[in-house]
């Protein structure tokens, strides 16, 4: 039992005031005074501190008054019996392991029952981990605001000092990566700030989450078009993740550095970053994200002009991830063919990829831009067959997922088609208003 639980000056009130809470609990329903639990080896005024929690009883002197109380050991230091604990770190682990096979669904639950249980009997190390847990595959599931619900309660529960600085910068990453999928950029870049200097000014290893605040801080910054900030970060995430044996945390680094790559121009640099991560995800077996990188690899081509070795790419990252059942992800795929054929002269094949994405984005808040860029693709499509009423609400529909997501490069690219479908009406002056909006827009932009 001694080596179970370990005592240290931050967190030795908390703990000890919940020891002496439990052990109060337990001794009156064993109907025992605090004469009688004594046993003569104690004083009662001894015994009542350590109930207060004033007093912090050594590991033989928990053990003893357990077996006075017929207890386990473990069911006075940490809530649960040792036989409890060891179902619910099974059933934790379990869940754990599903999340990092992208089981995500499937762990919900698990996590949900421990969590329950946890709170229930107070243990809080097994509560933290089931609340982070769950809440991060939930945010996986799109389920953006239960997520954000359960890392909010994780994110105060963290702040109990038996918790390390690792474990609070951790919960404020996760939360921070519902925040930007929640599109409250700034929110979230506050938070993968604080997670970064908790984990920076902690003795603990911590080096791959790290790594991951700045990938995913960087993905903040690309949105807000600010290139300098976004490369910044996926460089010193490479030079960590370099230094990991953690091939699926380079592997994200490093389709990371080729997007960034990408908006910036460096398309050579951005396919050599994407080879290196689609070979990681093929030695990980993770086929979804094989598919993801055949997209942005079909993206990077078509920009090298190659188009119809670019229509191979996609159309084969929306085999696999068709096959794979990742339906939005699939849709994202569909769009990029779509925008291929509007700037190939093929504008009803581009109409029929683009409403083929949307039916199957649906309404998810977590895919906004998506829907955005499916919705400004049709547009354009619309546009070229002459069909400028629908092109015109489409378009408008596009304008307004953009502003949803603060999107200010995408909301332009929406007034520059608008404005195009005002010039097919003679409107010069709408034309006029529009394209002056985007590119002042554009102008007032960091880049």
């Known amino acids: 039992m001694g080596g179970r639980e370990h005592w240290h000056d931050g967190e030795h009130g908390a703990v000890a005031v919940e020891l002496g809470s439990r052990l109060r609990k337990l001794r009156t329903s064993a109907r025992m005074t605090q004469t009688e639990l004594a046993g003569g080896r104690f004083s009662k005024e001894y015994l009542s501190q350590i109930e207060r929690g004033k007093t912090r009883p050594t590991a033989d002197t928990v053990a003893w008054l357990a077996e006075r109380l017929d207890v386990d050991p473990d ?185 960034v790559a990408e908006r910036e121009g460096h398309w050579v640099l951005a396919r050599s970053y994407a080879e290196r991560a689609r070979a990681y995800y093929e030695e990980l077996a993770d086929r979804e994200n094989v598919g993801r990188l055949l997209n942005n690899l079909g993206g990077l081509t078509y920009l090298l002009g190659k188009p119809d070795k670019a229509i191979e790419y996609l159309q084969d990252s929306l085999r696999v991830l068709l096959d794979e059942g990742v339906d939005e992800e699939a849709a994202h795929v569909i769009t990029s063919l779509a925008e291929i054929y509007v700037d190939t002269d093929r504008p009803a094949e581009a109409e029929t990829q683009a409403r083929r994405a949307l039916e199957m984005l649906g309404t998810r808040a977590d895919f906004l831009s998506e829907i955005g860029t499916a919705q400004l693709t049709l547009g354009r499509a619309l546009l070229e067959q002459g069909r400028l009423e629908e092109a015109q609400e489409t378009l408008a529909a596009a304008d307004s997922s953009f502003e949803q997501v603060s999107s200010t490069s995408h909301r332009a690219a929406a007034w520059v088609a608008l404005g195009d479908v005002a010039a097919r009406r003679g409107d010069d002056r709408e034309a006029a208003r529009l394209y002056r909006r985007a590119a002042e827009t554009l102008q007032d932009f960091r880049f």
């Open 75 to 259: 069911l006075l230091v940490t809530g649960i019996s040792s036989r409890e604990r060891e179902r619910w770190e099974a059933m934790l682990a379990r869940a754990e392991a599903l999340s990092e096979q992208y089981e995500f669904a499937v762990a919900i639950p698990e996590f949900a029952e421990v969590r329950e249980a946890a709170r229930a009997t107070g243990a809080k190390e097994l509560e933290l981990r089931a609340l982070t847990g769950e809440g991060w595959a939930r945010l996986q599931e799109g389920e953006l605001n239960d997520a954000a619900a359960l890392l909010i309660e994780a994110r105060a529960l963290s702040e109990d000092a038996r918790f390390s600085d690792i474990e609070r910068a951790d919960v404020l990453f996760r939360l921070g990566a519902c925040r930007y999928q929640l599109s409250s950029i700034t929110t979230a870049i506050g938070l993968f700030d604080s997670a970064l200097e908790l984990a920076e000014r902690s003795e603990l290893p911590n080096d791959l989450l790290r790594a991951q605040i700045f990938r995913w801080r960087s993905r903040c910054y690309r949105r807000q078009r600010d290139w300098q900030a976004a490369r910044e970060d996926v460089e010193r995430a490479l030079e960590l993740a370099e230094g990991l044996s953690d091939r699926r945390a380079a592997a994200q680094v490093y389709f990371q550095a080729s997007l």
